[in-house]
């Protein structure tokens, strides 16, 4: 499994004339849907990543936001005590590895990212081998072991990002190949938005730094490819699973948009990556014993200065004031913390603490919702009340349905209009919200059995991990609500 965060299907279109390496190899001999969906309300990291391989929408697998999704003081970073403990803890079921496992208990799982969400959140609850990237290393957290492996160790004694230290991030092709301006200064918060841009001078800074570059990505590739070499995956006749979520294209998109040229250079960059680490994997592993999978956590809305250079809708809604007002009136009320919070258009806090106070949270909810509908760029508001009784035709409520696990102590969950983004600042463009640009990403398979096609269909996130399955000749070992599809898997869907 393969995972390119914030990698929206356009691209794949948009610059297909320049592949030459993964992508070309997957649009020319794969099955690509371009219609894929990560069909939920909140299109972050951490509930897209929970979606990829277990076949269930974030209201089963209990992962609603980036900020509720892996952190947890109880599981310290080897290495790092210092550092953001994190686990699987919050995750509810079972994902394809698990199901390998049932069928096959020699089966092993090896997930590197940038991203500790990222990392963790495809393979599970399962302890395996799973890392990610911490101030410049390689590790991972207590709740998988108390040291890492010897070659991990020895990975991370090799310079990699240091080695980086002065260097600069200039144009892979011509500056003729690229179309877009290099001259927004909205982007990257109007700070180094001009080719080329600079590593720090300093080793140390330049492997933190490297997160907000393109070649994190050849580092995440590279220390798979080690993995997969020491740990021998695919070689021990067991079905094995290695997972792999490639950050940068985020970080980029994130300073500089889905339409710049930084952007535009990235893509190229994986492109070409990708394709090494495949020749390179093909090496160590038959192709001809290899499935793969490709697709993407979330997209990304355009700059809304961008967009309304281009006399199109867009801006941010910013929620902070609304969350403020909510803290300081009951905290001081009651000289307690019910710990409001709001995150992608959803605000939560302790609502059993407020009910136990003898409030009506069902009133709070609806004075929020009126506060919320009344910010430009909101298209609809729902509170727990008006979302149950919603029609089966709103789609909105349907993906907030898909969204929120029972029991969860929510007041009100919005939906941002055509355009606009959640967002309280201004130096970046962001994702999250329920509209096509955010939820919409590329699904593609490829590899073993499978053969080359662009369906049209419109298929989900949570559709990959049961056609996995089906391809390994296993099953989910709990109800999920994927499907596998016969597009890839060459028989009747299931």
């Known amino acids: 499994m393969i995972a390119v965060d914030q990698f929206r299907p356009d691209y794949l279109t948009r610059f297909d004339r320049q592949f030459t390496g993964g992508f070309r190899r997957i649009l020319d001999q794969g099955t690509v849907f371009l219609r894929g969906e990560q069909d939920h309300a909140i299109t972050e990291t951490a509930p897209g990543h929970s979606t990829l391989l277990s076949g269930r929408s974030p209201a089963s697998t209990g992962i609603v936001t980036n ?55 495809p393979i ?80 140390a800074k330049a492997a933190r730094s490297v997160i907000d570059f393109p070649w994190m990505d050849s580092l995440t590739l590279d220390v798979a490819l080690e993995g997969v070499r020491q740990l021998q995956l695919g070689r021990t006749g067991h079905t094995d699973l290695l997972n792999i979520s490639l950050s940068s294209t985020d970080a980029v998109g994130h300073a500089f948009g889905p339409d710049s040229r930084e952007m535009h250079d990235q893509v190229l960059r994986v492109d070409r990556w990708l394709g090494r680490f495949l020749d390179s994997l093909s090496r160590l592993v038959p192709g001809d014993s290899i499935v793969f999978a490709l697709s993407a956590d979330h997209g990304v809305t355009p700059f809304p200065e961008d967009l309304l250079a281009r006399h199109q809708p867009g801006g941010r809604v910013g929620l902070k004031a609304l969350v403020a007002g909510l803290n300081a009136a009951y905290d001081h009320r009651f ?119 662009r369906p049209p269909s419109v298929v989900r996130s949570v559709d990959i991990g049961p056609t996995l399955a089906r391809l390994a000749g296993v099953s989910p070992t709990e109800r999920v609500e994927g499907r596998q599809l016969p597009e890839v898997t060459g028989d009747r869907a299931r």
Not at 83 to 107: I, V, Y
């Open 335 to 453: 000289a307690m913390r019910f710990g409001f919070e709001a995150e992608a258009g959803l605000i939560y806090g302790d609502l059993n603490a407020l009910r136990a106070r003898g409030i009506n949270t069902d009133s709070v909810a609806s004075a929020v919702a009126k506060e919320m509908r009344a910010l430009a760029g909101v298209e609809q508001v729902y509170t727990p009340k008006s979302i149950a009784a919603a029609s089966d035709a709103d789609s909105n409520a349907a993906r907030w349905k898909r969204q929120l696990p029972d029991g969860f102590q929510w007041l009100v969950a919005g939906v941002a209009k055509a355009g606009y983004q959640w967002s309280d600042g201004h130096a970046s463009t962001s994702h999250g919200t329920t509209n096509s640009t955010d939820v919409l990403v590329p699904i593609a398979f490829w590899g073993a059995g499978v053969r080359a096609s």
């Open 124 to 203: 599970g609850r399962a302890r395996a081998d799973v890392y990610w990237y911490v101030d410049g290393r390689w590790t991972t957290s207590t709740y998988y072991r108390d040291s890492l492996p010897s070659w991990l160790t020895a990975y991370d004694a090799r310079p990699g990002a240091r080695a980086l230290a002065g260097k600069s991030w200039d144009l892979l092709l011509p500056d003729s190949a690229y179309q877009e301006p290099d001259s927004e200064p909205y982007e990257n918060g109007g700070k180094d938005f001009l080719f080329p841009h600079l590593f720090p001078a300093d080793s």
């Open 67 to 121: 900020a509720l999704g892996v952190s947890d003081p109880a599981a310290p970073i080897v290495g790092a005590p210092d550092a953001t403990g994190a686990s699987p803890m919050r995750f509810q079921g079972s994902t394809l590895f698990d199901w390998l496992r049932a069928a096959d208990s020699g089966s092993r799982a090896l997930s590197v990212s940038r991203k500790d969400r990222a990392a963790i959140l």
